[in-house]
């Protein structure tokens, strides 16, 4: 895939400069740049963990569409991180030879050093069971809190959540239900008796495809992003946010879906007919409930919800990665420690490098892994906002003044959002956080 | 001869640090090397006590070189070389100035062990002015922004303790029919009337209240402890102060034993002011030096009810509470230096966060929680050990006093879980924490005084084993009845339990 470069900043002569308390930000996005400034060390250190974190997305997309397509409704989930051959060499739909829709230059199947980790792990080889029962393996505990982030926020724009209440999605649950327990009387009986029981499972199995298959076009995206950084080819920050700009609306359109299948048969409990696409159904919420919201309970710190410390609205919850304090908690928001842990066996050597050089070098690698990772999220977030902004306002060169302003206003609202004490965007400004 | 092994082996080793290159890696090595061997000696001499050594002096003003060890001074000298041991190791590899440094650290442990080696009062009285001189020196060019102001206060206040000292063993002298003879024997053999002990027990009160201290002597405390660089807050703290009990416990109590049982109601009400002043203080500290000082002062204040009780069980409990009291400061000072080194600051609005695993400093906080216990007086800890003798050997003779102290030691808790609260928990400041994890040779010192502070809570003869058969004869009450016994200090422990 090719990067567009974008337009240089034609607006300081049109319209008076921002008076917002990130105006200089707020003036970089304008110019097409990221709300990360632009240093070479920013651009390393948001590429190499990219790198690390495509690897074991690489398994989380995977072993979601396993949950959520074979595992299902399996009342004793006890080996769903066992991911079956076949979903381990499912060719990714967006790169590879077998791929549906060829974007990207990487290889369908799954990336080695994912496949190196599974083997050996930190621990050496041993049963796979091992392995689990030592957690020395991929933690998929941080997909699965994204995904119920996702299902637990619910109403973040788009259609999906609406159709999950739909008739149509009930009668095709009901039959997916029915068939996966259609030996089982006792779950059947109980199915009879609490109907939205398993059906909230099913829709939290919906969940689980909608996460998969938005992560199953970012994984390669990283990837390809890692190997243009080692080919020279990003001279920038904003050509990596410009990168997944393009990324963005290259896969804007592809359809989020869930199929199950039991036995020899398809269940289309969300049919690709229904035309769910990946921007809005998945991208938008995705970012809205991992990095602005997901929910105060988790990790180590705690919250006193009866002291109003919790917000009474679930969309002022602001405890994702871009507030996240990574720091002194080790963990907030989302659970990212367990994310850390994963991207640790995958980083590039030259990010460990920076890390060797900076403050405890290799005895506090996770906070300063934790810390980057919360770099290049306002990275992806500014891709995301520069995304939108071109799909809704207009674009950066325009000349007329009243444009400008409507986009200044969009910019400035967005930045709104990191007015609260906890946003980490004063932090990432500078090098020193780290 | 290890008598004088002990006595002399810091001078020799102060000696021949001078003769080392500035700057060389061996200054440090020859210092904890000297401190070493006298611990290793005093531990000799706990196995195989030595006889007494008497080598003639000055005879015609009855200074003689008379040493020796008692269950008094034995528990205090191996505290005095384990403190200075612990000082060395704490002292950083960097140290400026460092052969000055380490041979004015052992020429102030050479006074500590004159001290409480001494059989002489005039020999006591020579090596405790000796300490002042270095330990002055110590804070005046090592200590921190008004170390100035604290050397000078410090040096007054002992200046005047020295002074008083010195009228107290010359009244010995002139008023004791036997003319100038000062040996230990004869003066706890006077003759002398009540009211001549009165006047020398305020001297003696005077001297050794400025040395520990008490309220209100206590005025060069707080500030020369938060000034003093660390090692040397940890040698003034855990050795140094022990003297004062040491003194008050030797000439008043084995010395002038009826004096003490008239003013023992006055001393106690001054323990129990000293506790709760103590730990009052240390709650409105917002500086960890300047809080654990005032710590120090409360727990002085259980000490001096103690020894104003004068049970046999009281008795125990002081020179447990000089043994736990000394561990557990100087383990205090030592984690607050730490904490002091790595984050530049021992204010604590500006610490919080330092129990986070990945930056802050965990293990040191870990130690620092043991040694808030510690001194808490939590069970399992050499502090809950001293407390619980002091304060049931002192409920018999002074409830309300034991009271107070008591209430006083509720406080301690307060300031431990407030200083711990505070430090410890709460978000790290990423700006701020930018500072290296502490190294296992900064750690050990805290990691010996921490295990020695274990294992007296568990193991408590440690702390009472060395004196019980020496402090009971001293007792001037039984432990089970408001009985004064002061005209028969010698009473054995038998006829007491009797």
């Not at chain 1, 926020?153 to 999906?160: A, D, K, S, Y």
Request: charged letters at 15%.
């Amino acid at each position: 895939m090719t990067t567009t470069t974008a337009p240089e900043r034609a607006t300081a002569p049109l319209i008076p400069p921002s008076t917002h308390r990130y105006a200089d930000v707020i003036h970089r996005l304008e110019a097409g740049g990221s709300m990360l400034p632009d240093t070479p060390e920013n651009l390393k250190q948001i590429i190499g963990i990219y790198k690390a974190y495509a690897v074991p997305m690489d398994f989380y997309w995977r072993d979601l569409l396993y949950i959520a397509e074979k595992v299902f409704l399996n009342p004793l989930p006890a080996f769903k991180y066992f991911i079956s051959k076949e979903y381990l060499d499912r060719p990714n739909s967006y790169a590879g030879d077998q791929s549906q829709l060829r974007i990207w230059r990487g290889t369908d199947k799954a990336h080695p050093e994912l496949l190196e980790f599974m083997e050996k792990g930190e621990a050496g080889k041993m049963p796979k069971l091992l392995h689990h029962l030592w957690h020395d393996r991929v933690n998929m505990e941080f997909a699965e809190a994204c995904m119920q982030a996702m299902l637990w926020h619910q109403g973040m724009g788009g259609r999906f959540n609406d159709y999950l209440e739909s008739d149509a999605y009930k009668a095709n649950a009901d039959r997916a239900i029915k068939a996966y327990f259609k030996r089982n009387p006792l779950m059947l009986g109980l199915y009879k008796l609490f109907p939205e029981m398993l059906l909230e499972q099913v829709r939290q199995m919906s969940y689980y495809a909608n996460l998969g298959l938005f992560w199953e076009v970012m994984a390669p995206v990283f990837f390809e992003m890692s190997d243009i950084y080692d080919e020279g080819g990003f001279k920038g920050v904003p050509d990596a946010m410009d990168f997944l700009v393009n990324g963005i609306f290259a896969v804007a359109g592809r359809p989020i879906y869930h199929h199950v299948y039991i036995g020899d048969e398809c269940f289309e409990i969300i049919p690709k007919s229904e035309g769910f696409n990946w921007l809005y159904e998945a991208a938008l919420p995705y970012v809205e409930a991992v990095f602005y919201r997901t929910s105060p309970f988790r990790g180590t710190k705690s919250y006193n919800a009866q002291a109003g410390q919790v917000p009474a609205d679930q969309a002022d919850f602001h405890y994702g990665i871009l507030y996240a304090d990574v720091f002194p908690v080790g963990s907030a928001g989302i659970p990212p420690t367990l994310l850390m842990q994963d991207m640790l066996h995958f980083l590039p050597p030259y990010l460990k490098e920076i890390y060797k050089e900076h403050r405890r070098g290799e005895e506090d690698e996770l906070i300063q892994l934790g810390i980057t990772f919360q770099r290049s999220m306002y990275n992806v977030t500014s891709a995301v906002i520069q995304a939108l902004r071109c799909a809704l306002l207009y674009p950066l060169d325009d000349t007329d003044p009243k444009h400008l302003q409507a986009n200044r206003a969009f910019f400035e609202a967005q930045m709104d959002r990191f007015l609260r004490p906890e946003a980490r965007l004063p932090d990432v400004q500078t090098q020193d956080y780290r | 001869m290890t008598l004088l092994f002990l006595f002399l082996i810091p001078l020799i080793g102060a000696c021949a640090l001078q003769v080392l290159p500035p700057g060389s890696t061996w200054v440090r090595r020859l210092a904890l090397a000297t401190a070493l061997a006298q611990l290793g000696t005093a531990l000799l001499d706990w196995r195989n006590p030595p006889a007494q050594l008497t080598l003639s002096w000055l005879p015609k003003i009855g200074l003689q070189l008379d040493l020796g060890l008692d269950g008094l001074s034995l528990p205090l000298v191996l505290l005095g070389a384990l403190i200075t041991a612990m000082t060395v190791l704490a002292t950083p590899i960097d140290q400026k100035r460092s052969r000055l440094f380490y041979g004015l650290v052992l020429a102030t442990n050479m006074g500590l062990m004159g001290s409480f080696l001494a059989r002489n009062a005039l020999l006591f009285m020579l090596a405790y002015e000796l300490i002042l001189i270095p330990t002055t020196l110590l804070v005046a060019i090592w200590g921190g922004e008004r170390r100035a102001g604290a050397a000078i206060r410090f040096l007054t206040y002992n200046a005047v303790s020295g002074l008083a000292l010195l009228a107290a063993v010359l009244g010995f002298g002139w008023l004791n029919p036997g003319g100038f003879d000062f040996s230990f024997a004869t003066l706890a053999q006077h003759n002398l009337s009540l009211e001549e002990q009165h006047w020398i027990l305020a001297l003696v009160l005077l001297a050794f209240g400025i040395k520990l201290p008490i309220v209100p002597l206590h005025g060069w405390q707080p500030l020369t402890y938060s000034q003093a660089p660390t090692p040397v807050a940890m040698l003034l703290s855990g050795a140094v102060s022990k003297l004062g009990a040491y003194g008050l416990l030797r000439f008043g109590i084995e010395f002038l034993p009826d004096a003490w049982s008239e003013w023992s109601a006055w001393i106690a009400a001054v323990g129990a002011v000293s506790a709760i002043y103590g730990a009052l203080n240390a709650i409105a500290q917002l500086d960890m030096r300047r809080l654990v000082a005032y710590s120090s002062l409360g727990h002085m204040g259980f000490l001096v009810l103690a020894l104003a009780a004068a049970t046999p069980l009281s008795l125990q409990g002081v020179m447990a509470q000089i043994l736990a009291h000394g561990l557990i400061i100087a383990l205090l000072f030592c984690l607050v230096g730490l904490i002091e080194t790595k984050t530049g600051t021992s204010e604590i609005p500006e610490l919080s966060g330092l129990l986070n695993a990945q930056r802050g400093l965990p293990f040191t906080m870990g130690l620092m929680l043991l040694a808030l216990m510690a001194a808490a007086g939590v069970p399992g800890q050499a502090g809950f050990v001293a407390e619980l003798l002091v304060f049931e050997g002192s409920w018999v003779a002074y409830p309300i006093p034991t009271l107070v102290c008591l209430v006083s030691s509720g406080f301690t808790a307060v300031y431990a879980v407030r200083l711990f609260n505070r430090v410890g928990f709460g978000r790290l400041d990423n700006a701020k924490a930018n500072w290296a994890s502490t190294s296992w040779g900064e750690r050990a010192p805290a990691l010996v005084l921490t295990a020695l502070v274990l294992v007296g809570g568990i193991w408590p003869t440690l702390l009472t084993g060395w004196s019980e058969s020496d402090t009971a004869p001293l007792a001037l009450r039984s432990s089970d009845a408001v009985t004064v016994i002061a005209a028969a200090p010698q009473t054995s422990t038998s006829e007491l339990s009797a």
